[in-house]
């Protein structure tokens, strides 16, 4: 039979120690399996190998707000994506309602990769909005080179997507 | 001979083979439970192989890297896995078992076999003994027909019910081991200096080595099938 190995409080305190490590880390892990579940919704991480996301993406938290809880605040410096998993969402250029978000849209990413401040107000306008927020590991990056290609590309498509909608707004106005 | 009999004998083996193996497993869930351990859904006692090789890999870089609380813990998950192949491989081994440890303490089995020894050592049997001991040998062959369904059963269930929470505490202490490995491995500069010319950084972890590790192994060996099954266990 076996001789059952003794612990003394030094390693209590360490297994107390890597207990809490695991369950912060089990924690995002958890908060990431479902990101994946969402990944191809989130228009900028469309396509982005699994591995390369868990790589780069940090931070991830589901958030709920109320009706007019400011989510961010134009000219702020933070660098969340948020994507809107239920509610809705109005946004505000200097304090000037321009428009509306619904669930299934990403907001705040120009901020995230650009490293510019907020260029506009977002606040929630339903009664009750959840909310996905995530950062980008940008030190990350350079060991995910593709996924970096295909976040600009997203990103590039999703701008390219916005001025089609506003230009089409602009020739109905007309 | 009475079923409650045969049970009786059958629980007491059962107590002198495992007891000592089920205070064990109570000592270790105990333990387990006072520090409210982490228990994962995910399969690490997979890793046991890869994280072993591990600790044996920094052992050899430098020497003096692990804590002692990491040592005691590689040790312990190493007696700890002994015991648990020692029980998955005595599943195999029920009919051996049986004749050889179990028969030889039941009492009416010592009985007949006394007899039998009493008959053979008589210089000549005569036609009565001769009969005698045909009935001694039907008998025998009977009642272990008999002792064996009984035995078989209750000791696959035992085995099984020894097996699966030896399974489960190696699970949960392999995950730690996991844990603790690469946090003192990273402490060490040797062994850190070793990752850093594999291109590998301070965030490593054993997801991370698996996966550097499968690009430099060769494909569809067997090593890189186990690291492939390894890396499910992370991701």
């Known amino acids: 039979m076996i ?7 030094d390693d209590i305190e360490r297994f107390l120690e890597v207990t809490k490590q695991i369950e912060a880390q089990d924690e995002e892990s958890q908060t990431l399996r479902k990101i994946l579940n969402v990944q191809n919704k989130i228009s900028i991480l469309a396509n982005i190998e699994p591995s390369d996301l868990k790589a780069i993406l940090f931070n991830l938290k589901f958030i709920k707000y109320k009706r007019k809880d400011i989510i961010i605040e134009e000219g702020d410096v933070s660098q969340e994506i948020f994507f809107i ?16 978000l619904n669930s299934g849209m990403t907001f705040g990413e120009s901020a995230a990769i650009f490293k510019s401040k907020r260029n506009a107000t977002v606040a929630c306008l339903s009664n009750e909005a959840t909310l ?3 950062s980008i590991n940008h030190d990350n990056m350079e ?3 593709n996924a970096l290609a295909n976040i600009y590309k997203n990103l590039a498509l999703q701008i390219n997507n916005k001025l089609e909608e506003m230009n089409s707004k602009m020739t109905t106005k007309k | 001979m009475d079923t409650d009999t045969i049970k009786d004998d059958v629980c007491r083996f059962d107590d002198a083979l495992f007891g000592e193996t089920f205070d064990i497993i109570d000592d270790n869930f105990e333990f387990m439970d006072n520090l409210a351990f982490y228990e994962s859904k995910r399969n690490h ?9 591990m600790m ?7 020497n003096k890297f692990a804590s002692e609380t990491l040592r005691k813990l590689h040790r312990d998950i190493n007696n700890l896995h002994k015991l648990y192949k020692y029980y998955k491989d005595s599943l195999k081994n029920v009919d051996e078992m049986f004749e050889k440890k179990f028969l030889p303490n039941i009492e009416v089995f010592k009985e007949i076999k006394e007899e039998m020894q009493y008959l053979k050592d008589k210089n000549h049997m005569d036609a009565d003994d001769r009969d005698y001991m045909r009935i001694l040998k039907r008998h025998e062959k009977e009642l272990k027909k008999i002792y064996f369904s009984y035995f078989e059963d209750d000791y696959k269930e035992q085995l099984k019910d020894i097996t699966g929470s030896l399974q489960n505490i190696l699970n949960t202490k ?17 062994i850190w200096r070793s990752m850093k010319r594999l291109k590998l950084d301070k965030s490593i ?8 590790k499968i690009g430099v192994v060769l494909p569809y060996t067997d090593d890189y099938e186990y690291l492939q099954r390894c890396l499910r266990i992370y991701r």
Not at chain 1, 91 to 97: A, E, M, N, S
Not at chain 2, 174 to 190: N, P, T, V
């Open chain 1, 143 to 145: 060991f995910c080179a």
């Open chain 2, 45 to 53: 006692f997979l890793a046991f192989k890869f994280l072993n090789s």
């Open chain 1, 132 to 134: 996905l927020s995530f």
């Open chain 1, 3 to 9: 001789q059952q190995v003794v612990y003394d409080e």
């Open chain 2, 205 to 212: 972890n054993s997801q991370k080595y698996i996966e550097y």
């Open chain 2, 56 to 62: 044996q890999n920094f052992t050899n870089i430098d």
């Open chain 2, 174 to 190: 392999i995950y730690y081991f996991d844990s603790m490995l690469w946090s003192d491995a990273m402490k060490s500069d040797i």
């Open chain 1, 85 to 100: 998993l239920s509610g809705e969402c109005q946004v505000f250029v200097k304090k000037r309602d321009v428009g509306t």
